[in-house]
């Protein structure tokens, strides 16, 4: 069970009717939990979301109420769906995206390079970027709904030399999307690596052992800052977060992951990914 403020998640693997009864012996002993303290969940808002293709699919209920199930619902923020791809929360956050940046256009006639695209740095990209290392996209159409949404904000511009989007993005230094998220997820590998945010970094990363020979998924070491790449079968544990993010932090220079400091970090981070632009 995860909690965070008033949200609660249960989970459980089901392979069997005895695991299903584990389970709903679990969510009839939460509803006693909040009977007897005075805390009630609100059964209507309370869902199942079944995961893996060989799920069985049970039904299970709280309070007598069978619980409708759903492909998707939204966690803190993010889209999360069945089959945890993100799609559907691509096309949310670029809807969304998309009807602010509509509005910041009809409020401001002049489009500077400085106003305009601060106003879009601060209400527009940051819905496209929120929480993305949880969500970052693999799939190209995907990949290109949230880049049209930058190229189009860009597009918008005045003064610009550039004639296209590439072009126009060196001039204004504003990295891609695809560029940003990375950033994010290097910033969340710092932050697991270092100690800063307090889970166990063996979960999520594997560090090369010494005196192993160099492969293309055991990098040549250099002191205590590779990582170890590991290969996955399915879609999604090749797109996953500790996956893709450890090839990309064995591409840092060196002395960008070999800082303690986290300011430091990010200041060598954004040096380095002016230079992808």
């Keep these: 069970m995860k909690k965070f403020a008033d949200d609660t998640k249960l989970g459980h693997p089901v392979t069997s009717e005895n695991d299903r009864k584990q389970l709903q012996e ?22 199942v979301m079944h995961f893996g293709k060989n799920n069985p699919k049970f039904d299970y209920s709280m309070k007598n109420s069978i619980l409708a199930k759903v492909d998707h619902e939204k966690d803190l923020g993010v889209q999360i769906s069945s089959n945890l791809k993100p799609s559907q929360h691509c096309r949310e956050i670029a809807r969304k995206a998309k009807g602010i940046l509509k509005q910041i256009t009809k409020a401001f006639h002049f489009r500077d390079r400085f106003i305009f695209l601060n106003l879009y740095k601060r209400y527009v990209r940051v819905h496209l970027e929120y929480s993305s290392p949880s969500w970052c996209p ?3 159409g995907d990949i ?22 590439e072009e126009k993005l060196r001039e204004l230094k504003l990295p891609s999307l695809i560029l940003r998220r990375m950033r994010a997820d290097m910033i969340q590998t710092f932050k697991i690596i270092k100690g800063i945010d307090k889970v166990d970094k063996h979960h999520w990363f594997k560090a090369p052992q010494p005196g192993r020979r160099t492969t293309r998924n055991i990098p040549n070491i250099d002191g205590e800052n590779s990582l170890q790449v590991l290969f996955h079968h399915t879609e999604i544990g090749k797109n996953f977060f500790s996956t893709r993010a450890t090839k990309d932090w064995n591409n840092l220079p060196v002395n960008v992951k070999s800082t303690d400091k986290i300011s430091v970090f990010k200041k060598l981070l954004d040096k380095y990914i002016e230079t992808l632009i």
């Design 138 to 140: 693999w799939q190209t």
């Design 26 to 47: 679990q969510l009839n002993s939460l509803c006693v939990w909040a009977n007897k303290w005075g805390m009630e969940f609100n059964v209507s808002k309370c869902k």
């Design 144 to 165: 290109e709904e949230l880049e049209q949404v930058q190229k189009k904000a860009v597009g918008m511009i005045s003064g610009l030399s550039g004639n296209t989007y």
